[in-house]
């Protein structure tokens, strides 16, 4: 592991400790770089709505997720300061959900991002984009 990635993991373990939503959604990070984070999740009963799919929030708060543990990964404290989703696909009970991120364009002060949502037959359910503000506050001083 390089020093960038071990930069990325490190700050996505701290966010990760108190970050509860990301914990109840029950995500799982499969790919932590700078830049970048693959995170996967299963759809819980409790998250579906009254039509028997999953509540549109779940998917959201899935790439929302994702995307803050991507543009954080380079070291400075980064926040969203706007989303959008457009949901493609119904999704159910029981799928298992994989969000990647793509940094599209990165500079001193914002960020943009696309994150792609699938469901276990790799169907892509939902497309998200989002625009961070990064500040010059530092994860970690000594970058390591």
């Keep these: ?3 960038e990635q071990a930069l990325a993991k490190k700050i996505f373990d701290a ?3 108190k970050d509860e939503m990301s914990k109840w959604l029950g995500i799982e990070a499969l790919e932590i770089a700078q830049g970048h984070a693959v995170l996967r999740m299963t759809v819980r009963d409790e998250m579906l709505n009254g039509m028997d799919i999953a ?12 995307l803050a543990f991507a543009s954080n990964s380079h070291g400075r404290k980064a926040v ?10 119904p999704v159910y009970g029981g799928d298992i959900l994989t969000a990647t991120t793509k ?13 792609s949502v699938t469901n276990q037959q790799d169907e892509k359910v939902a497309l998200f984009k989002g625009t961070v503000y990064r500040s010059s506050l530092e994860w970690f001083s000594d970058k390591a």
């Design 1 to 3: 592991m390089n020093d």
């Design 15 to 17: 966010m990760y400790k």
């Design 55 to 66: 509540h549109g929030g779940i998917t959201y708060s899935l790439s929302d997720s994702a």
């Design 80 to 89: 969203s300061v706007e989303t959008s989703i457009s949901h493609i696909k």
């Design 103 to 115: 940094e599209e364009r990165v500079t001193k002060k914002i960020g943009i991002y696309t994150i």
